[in-house]
């Protein structure tokens, strides 16, 4: 069946060290992928998306690979900072209503 | 600013007992949904709507019920058929449900049972 899921479910970096965040997929129709960042004791919120025509997108701090041979999506976060320290959740669709919701990994930022 | 509100956010109820949860929007979104979360885990669709009057059911739908009479209004009922009921319920919207539309959440409402 569908699902997403990640390969951590913690992860600990250094303040001002890059993190890299993965996430497998199993459907390959999906065809929009999309980042959350959820802070404790909050909704999610919107980072970066990318769509399954492209292979990278960047944001500010943020990059976005996609790898649809091996159905794979990483996002990295460049001089990671306290602020980054959060659950981030990888999430894919494929055209339909449904957004498809991994179990996300958890950020530390050490100081 | 616009957003998705939440209320409440903290709710205790007995067993037994129903309990409706808000969720309103003023970004003109066409679609809502509500998610479950449970700890350590990641968000489960219960219910989402498309349309005002209509909706459908999501992945955990049992023991739980929608209405949606406003567009800008999507109320949660978790009723006493639901078995396990303690856990942070999101609210989200999005300008349409199919394809490349990123949800926006509200802040979540925490449910226990007492």
């Known amino acids: 069946g569908e699902s997403v899921g990640l390969h951590l479910p913690t992860l600990s970096v250094q303040e001002g060290d890059n993190s890299i965040i993965n996430c497998a997929y199993s459907?390959?129709?999906?065809?929009?992928f999309i980042w959350y960042k959820q802070e404790s004791g909050k909704g999610p919120q919107f980072i970066i998306d990318i769509r399954s025509n492209m292979d990278k997108r960047q944001g500010q701090r943020v990059t976005v690979l996609l790898n649809k041979t091996v159905k794979h999506l990483s996002l990295q976060i460049a001089a990671t900072q306290p602020g980054d320290s959060a659950v981030y959740f990888c999430a894919e669709k494929n055209g339909g209503f449904k957004t498809i919701f991994g179990a996300g990994t958890r950020l530390f930022v050490k100081a | 600013d616009g957003g998705i509100t939440q209320s409440p956010k903290y709710l205790f109820r007995k067993e037994g007992q129903n309990v409706t949860l808000s969720c309103e929007q003023n970004?003109?979104?066409?679609?809502m949904y509500w998610y479950r979360q449970d700890p350590g885990q990641g968000l489960r669709l219960i219910y989402y709507s498309q349309i005002v009057n209509d909706f459908q059911k999501g992945d955990i739908a049992e023991g739980y019920s929608v209405s949606r009479e406003k567009k800008e209004s999507f109320p949660l009922t978790v009723t006493s058929a639901q078995k396990n009921p303690t856990a942070f319920y999101l609210c989200a919207s999005s300008p349409g449900s199919s394809g490349a539309n990123v949800l926006t959440f509200g802040a979540g409402s925490r449910l226990t049972v007492l």
């Open positions: 970004l003109n979104h066409d679609a």
């Open positions: 459907n390959s129709a999906s065809d929009y």
